[in-house]
């Protein structure tokens, strides 16, 4: 039996480089956070253009640590996205503290600033702000507001906001290598700033072991093995970069006419595309399940708004873009056959309009 080729929504890419950097730390034996840790904390660092880092177990518990350093606690607001994944609410919750759901800008994606600025309260002690997708969002807007801004670069290693790499503005910013992010350690995260002092104590609080005084700790340590996967990958960034620049490109070229493509109008800003999101018109399920069916995997860039989740009414710029939105394939293992077939069954679905 012939067996059909699936290309999925998203692939790690991997190469003998990791291999060796993983074996040669399984091999040393030394395979928990050490050294391998600090040397990958301190490239990342260098990367973005701050002070320092602490790597973690994952993305959620680089927020969940940033949170507790800034001292977040029950009865503070945070005010987050409502088109992210529920990560950045569970965070919210695990310290106690309420979520203010914001609406999103319909053509970025990104943090509304206006729904921002209504619904920010004089409790309201930090805003995490994602870059979905690879967008830097408004951070200069966002930081005016005068509120602690915890940068959510699970998306968006690598991208640019007026000259400086996101991840350099916020007082905290997290990071996420899980499997299919733009750099993977299988799993794993990273907080980065300039504070000195919130870093120690981010570090303080990730390992509860050998302290002189209890108090709750967490286990969220990445381990050295995990490390040597990241740094392997941290080299080849730029190319990863580059390669998704270049598919994005074709999509932009080819698929105009066909359905509606991301915003790209900025100057002030890089557009990663860790994922491209193209709008439709008619229904999303319909189409997912028909590009599945011819060998294209598809998914909502989101599986549901967080309001949805919360049962809360009133976002109607989430509920609009989740009703017409598709994320495509997009990640530097793309091979150019693969493409080539990723175009053809889009294409022929969405038909060019007149
Ligand atoms: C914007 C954003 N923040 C945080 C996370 C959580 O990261 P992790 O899965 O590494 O815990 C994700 C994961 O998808 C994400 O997309």
């Known amino acids: 039996m012939v067996q059909k080729m699936v290309i999925p929504h998203s692939r790690p890419t991997l190469d003998g480089g990791d291999v060796s950097s993983v074996s040669e730390v399984i091999r040393s034996g030394q395979i928990v956070q050490d050294e391998v840790v600090g040397e990958f904390e301190k490239k990342v660092a260098k990367y973005i253009g701050v002070n320092g880092a602490a790597a973690t177990s ?16 029950k009865g503070d607001h945070v005010a987050i996205p409502g088109f992210v994944c529920s990560a950045l609410l569970n965070v919210v919750k695990y310290v106690g503290a309420q979520p203010i759901l914001v609406d999103v800008d319909p053509e970025t994606y ?4 206006h729904d921002l600025r209504k619904k920010i309260k004089k409790t309201t002690r930090a805003i995490i702000l994602p870059h979905q997708f690879g967008l830097p969002a408004d951070i200069d807007e966002v930081m005016s507001l005068g509120v602690p801004v915890i940068e959510d670069c699970a998306q968006a290693i690598g991208a640019v906001y007026k000259g400086e790499k996101t991840g350099s503005f916020g007082t905290l910013s997290c990071f996420s290598f899980y499997a299919t992010k733009v750099l993977s350690t299988g799993e794993g995260g ?33 381990t ?72 294209v995997t598809c998914m909502r860039p989101v599986y549901k708004p967080l309001h949805k989740y919360l049962h ?15 994320s495509i394939p997009i990640y530097p293992s793309l091979t150019d056959k693969e493409i080539c077939k990723i ?9 060019r309009k007149a």
């Open 190 to 222: 990273m907080v980065v700033s300039n504070s000195r002092k919130l870093l120690k104590k981010i570090r303080d609080l990730r390992e509860y072991d050998n302290k002189k005084n209890y108090s709750i700790r967490y286990n969220y340590k990445m």
């Open 312 to 326: 809360l009414h009133g976002f109607p710029n989430s509920d609009a873009v989740w009703n017409k939105t598709i």
């Open 58 to 73: 994952t993305g959620t518990s680089a927020l969940h640590l940033s949170l507790l350093a800034l001292g977040i606690k």
């Open 224 to 295: 050295d093995i995990q490390a040597a996967m990241g740094i392997s990958q941290l080299k080849k960034l730029n190319s990863f970069l580059l390669r998704r620049a270049k598919i994005a490109k074709r999509y932009f070229s080819e698929l105009q006419g066909f359905c509606d493509l991301p915003a790209v109008s900025y100057k002030d800003r890089r557009h990663i595309f860790y994922r491209f999101l193209i709008q439709i018109h008619g229904s999303v399920s319909k189409a997912l399940e028909s590009f599945s069916e011819r060998g």
């Open 110 to 113: 990104n943090i509304d600033v």
């Open 343 to 351: 175009l053809d069954v889009l294409k022929q679905y969405l038909k």
